[in-house]
């Protein structure tokens, strides 16, 4: 898996990311601890491939918790996993609260800040933490935590 440092931020390309709902896991060095950090990028079904808002990465360390979100293609797994039934793409969840987060969707946070991964099912106190993205040329890279 890549790994995204300050140096060598590049953790996909624009070509191996084209198809909507791709993902690709990477390591993220956080720059004020050190430590790797898993993370994942999803291309989104809207926007364009030129542009961040086509993307979303984010840490697969849940907040406030010690478990691992994870990306969750298959629609049926939803229903049955976390008893979601709405779903009409792909979502992130957390296994332990069975909270269910939206990629599409944005919410707010306390101090009037916008960020990707609406909860739509569940309890969890925040949304993944985000990384924030930029594409340069035909590169993707991970920049830092937003």
């Excluded at 995204?4 to 690709?24: G, L």
């Excluded at 430590?35 to 849940?62: C, D, F, H, K, M």
């Excluded at 406030?64 to 049926?76: A, K, M, N, R, V």
């Excluded at 890279?141 to 937003?146: D, G, H, P, Q, V």
Aim: glycine share 6%; charged share 20%; proline share 8%.
């Amino acid at each position: 898996m890549p790994h995204a440092t300050a140096t060598a931020p590049e953790i996909a390309t624009v070509a191996e990311m084209a198809k909507p709902w791709t993902s690709k896991s990477f390591f993220f060095v956080n720059q004020v601890t050190g430590e790797n950090v898993p993370a994942l990028l999803i291309r989104l079904s809207s926007g364009s491939a030129s542009q961040t808002n086509g993307y979303w990465a984010l840490e697969t360390n849940a907040p406030f918790g010690t478990c691992q979100l994870e990306y969750i293609s298959d629609l049926d797994r939803l229903v049955n996993d976390y008893d979601f039934r709405s779903a009409k793409h792909p979502m992130v969840g957390n296994p332990c609260s069975r909270s269910v987060f939206d990629p599409l969707k944005m919410s707010e946070i306390p101090g009037n800040f916008w960020v990707r991964g609406s909860l739509v099912q569940g309890s969890d106190v925040r949304p993944p933490l985000g990384i924030e993205l930029k594409i340069q040329g035909k590169n993707i890279l991970a920049i830092r935590t937003e």
